[in-house]
């Protein structure tokens, strides 16, 4: 039995599935991470039109949100959520591997999740399927 690479949030899990209902050729939504930004690194969502069998498939009442391969190591622990403030609106990444933000909140800069400290805890180190 393994362990979902990320969370998500009853908030977040209405969010993608109000996303894909719009979208004719939707399997999910696929996150990543990418360069870029002041801290060096920024999540990417985008649409999943297609599954890549190499992706980690997160589910949560109904809603699918696929994890790039190269983003696993990154979002080990993570808790994806979705909120709405007077300000702004969007998906927000509770990660315990982010080490620091710049000061618009738009890029990050993360860390390979210790494997040592997740199997010390009692969590396998085995992907989901």
Same mark, same amino acid.
């Given at each position: 039995?393994? /362990?979902?690479?990320? $969370?998500? $949030? ?14 004719? !050729? ?5 996150? &990543?991470? *990418?360069?870029g930004?002041?801290?060096?690194? #920024?999540?990417?969502?985008d649409?999943?039109? #297609?599954? %890549?069998? *190499? !992706?980690?498939?997160?589910? @949560?009442?109904?809603? $699918?949100?696929f994890?790039?391969?190269? +983003? ?6 993570? #808790?994806? !959520?979705?909120?709405?403030? *007077?300000?702004?609106? =969007? /998906?927000? /990444? ?5 080490? &620091?933000?710049? =000061?618009? =909140?738009?890029?990050?800069e993360? *860390?390979? +999740?210790?494997? +040592? @400290?997740?199997?010390?805890?009692? %969590?396998?180190?085995? @992907? &989901? #399927?």
């Amino acid at each position: 039995m393994g /362990f979902a690479v990320m $969370t998500l $949030t009853q908030a977040a899990a209405e969010r993608v599935k109000t996303i894909v209902r719009n979208q004719d !050729d939707a399997a999910g939504i696929r996150v &990543s991470i *990418k360069k870029g930004g002041c801290a060096g690194m #920024e999540y990417a969502i985008d649409m999943a039109t #297609e599954v %890549n069998e *190499k !992706d980690d498939r997160i589910e @949560r009442d109904g809603a $699918t949100v696929f994890v790039a391969p190269e +983003a696993v190591l990154y979002l080990l622990g993570t #808790e994806m !959520d979705y909120e709405v403030t *007077k300000l702004r609106s =969007g /998906f927000v /990444f509770n990660n315990p591997n982010q080490t &620091s933000a710049c =000061g618009c =909140g738009e890029s990050v800069e993360l *860390k390979p +999740a210790d494997l +040592a @400290r997740l199997a010390a805890e009692g %969590n396998p180190v085995v @992907r &989901s #399927e």
